[in-house]
C-alpha cells in the first residue's frame, strides 16, 4: 500500500539511477547518529541504489553493496561521522528471523540504519522513523515517497524538500 500524502510527506521522481543516488546523497547529509530510514518497493525500484547516495553522504567508507545474503552491512565512516549500518530484510521470513538478527541494536544503536524491505518488519521499527517508498515508474524513471514521523525527520524532510525542489 502506498502512503497517502500529509503535510509530513513529498514525492520525487528521478529519472535515472544517477539521480536516484544524488537525493540520497542529500539525504545523507542530512542524517546523523540513531537517524533511521526505512526503505519499501519492489525489486529494482532502487532501494540499494539510493543507499549507495546516503552512504557518499555520509562519508562512509567502502563499496556499499545489498546485505541481501548476509543481512546487515557496516560501513565506518571516513572522518568522526556515524556508521552506516546497511539492512536488508528480503529473505527474512518470519519475526523470528528478525529477531535473531539483533536488527533492534542496529536501529536504536549510534549509527544511521537503513533497513531495506522494512515492511517485512514493520512492528519492530521506532515510532519516530524516515519512511521511503520507491516505486518503479518506468525503465527509467521512480518515484519516492518520503513520510516523516517525528518531529526530527519532519525536520529532515522539510530540508531535503528544499534542497531538492528550492526554498
Not at 542496529?106 to 544511521?112: C, P, R, S, T, W
Request: net charge negative.
Amino acid at each position: 500500500m502506498n502512503p497517502i500524502l500529509t503535510e509530513h510527506a513529498f514525492d520525487a521522481v528521478t529519472h535515472s539511477p544517477a539521480q536516484t543516488y544524488a537525493v540520497g546523497e542529500r539525504l545523507g547529509q542530512l542524517l546523523c547518529a540513531g537517524d533511521v530510514v526505512c526503505l519499501q518497493g519492489d525489486l529494482g525500484t532502487g532501494k540499494t541504489c539510493l543507499t549507495k547516495g546516503i552512504g557518499a553522504g555520509l562519508q562512509v567508507v567502502g563499496i556499499i553493496n545489498s546485505p541481501t545474503f548476509v543481512f546487515v552491512n557496516e560501513y565506518p565512516p571516513a572522518n568522526r561521522g556515524p556508521y552506516l549500518y546497511h539492512v536488508d530484510l528480503y529473505r527474512v521470513t518470519d519475526y523470528m528471523d528478525v529477531i535473531s538478527l539483533g536488527l533492534e541494536d542496529y536501529i536504536y544503536g549510534d549509527g544511521v540504519t537503513v533497513v531495506e524491505w522494512a515492511d517485512r518488519a514493520r512492528e519492530i521499527m521506532p515510532r519516530e522513523r524516515l519512511w521511503i517508498t520507491l516505486i518503479y515508474t518506468d525503465h527509467m524513471k521512480r518515484t519516492l515517497i518520503f513520510d516523516a514521523v517525528g518531529d526530527h525527520y519532519v525536520e529532515i524532510v522539510t530540508a531535503l524538500k528544499e534542497g531538492i525542489y528550492g526554498g
